[in-house]
């Protein structure tokens, strides 16, 4: 035995405990940081959404996709929500922990088939920039035509280009707000009337 060879031997042992070592601190890690937990929460959350038929999926989970979500969970509607913010999917969990969510870009054609898109009876379009709204009303027009599609509008001439595009309804926050606003101020008996016959 040369020296050299000691010295090899050495350094292939001290490498190969190390490495030991530092796999077994990393799954240690994994099962005690909650790692492992975390990993079977999503594969349980992915099999939820594969047996998802005949839902609703709401791209964007800002404050009016807050709200579409808050009221079909009371109508007892099954839905998905897609959104890839981590304060608006925490904000939602936090509220609604049972919810279904795919955490991504709803412009994505990928993530809309991961959310069940050719499974789903309709689709609504929340996400805050017109142009991403539009993005997503054409690519479920085309990849699942008999959908219902409901989609949010910045203003009358995006309303116009969606509806084009082939969505069903358009809502435009702002102008339903700001009638809101008017209504209650000229007639407040009306609005109440019909807040009560609308569950409101």
Same mark, same amino acid.
């Given at each position: 035995? #040369?020296?050299?060879?000691? +010295?090899?031997? /050495?350094?292939?042992? $001290?490498?190969?405990? +190390?490495?030991?070592?530092?796999? %077994?601190? &990393?799954?240690?890690?994994?099962? %005690?940081?909650?790692?492992?937990?975390?990993?079977?929460?999503?594969?349980?959350?992915?099999? +939820?959404?594969?047996?998802?038929?005949?839902?609703?999926?709401?791209?964007?989970?800002? #404050?009016?996709? $807050?709200?579409?979500?808050?009221?079909?969970?009371?109508?007892?509607?099954?839905?998905?929500?897609? *959104?890839?913010?981590?304060?608006?999917?925490?904000?939602?969990? =936090?509220?609604?922990?049972?919810?279904?969510?795919?955490?991504?870009? =709803?412009?994505?054609?990928?993530?809309?088939?991961?959310?069940?898109?050719?499974?789903?009876?309709?689709?609504? +379009?929340?996400?805050?920039?017109?142009? *991403?709204?539009?993005?997503?009303?054409?690519?479920?027009?085309?990849?699942?035509? =008999?959908?219902?599609?409901?989609?949010? &509008? #910045?203003?009358?001439?995006? &309303?116009?280009?969606?509806?084009?595009?082939?969505?069903?309804?358009?809502?435009?926050?702002?102008?339903?707000?700001?009638?809101?606003?008017? #209504?209650?101020?000229?007639?407040?008996?009306?609005?109440?009337?019909?807040? /009560?016959? $609308?569950?409101?």
């Amino acid at each position: 035995y #040369s020296l050299l060879a000691t +010295a090899t031997t /050495l350094v292939v042992c $001290f490498a190969g405990v +190390a490495m030991i070592i530092y796999a %077994v601190g &990393a799954i240690t890690a994994f099962f %005690v940081g909650g790692g492992f937990l975390e990993v079977r929460a999503q594969m349980r959350l992915q099999k +939820a959404v594969g047996r998802l038929r005949d839902h609703v999926i709401v791209c964007g989970a800002g #404050s009016l996709g $807050f709200h579409a979500v808050e009221r079909f969970l009371a109508e007892g509607t099954p839905l998905l929500v897609v *959104d890839n913010g981590d304060a608006h999917l925490d904000h939602l969990r =936090g509220r609604f922990p049972r919810v279904l969510y795919v955490r991504g870009d =709803g412009t994505d054609l990928d993530v809309l088939r991961a959310a069940g898109l050719e499974r789903a009876r309709g689709v609504v +379009a929340c996400l805050p920039v017109d142009n *991403d709204n539009l993005v997503v009303v054409v690519t479920t027009r085309q990849e699942n035509p =008999g959908a219902r599609i409901l989609a949010r &509008a #910045s203003d009358p001439e995006a &309303a116009a280009r969606l509806g084009r595009a082939g969505a069903h309804g358009v809502v435009a926050p702002g102008l339903v707000g700001g009638m809101r606003v008017a #209504s209650e101020a000229i007639r407040p008996t009306v609005v109440r009337f019909i807040d /009560l016959a $609308f569950g409101h």
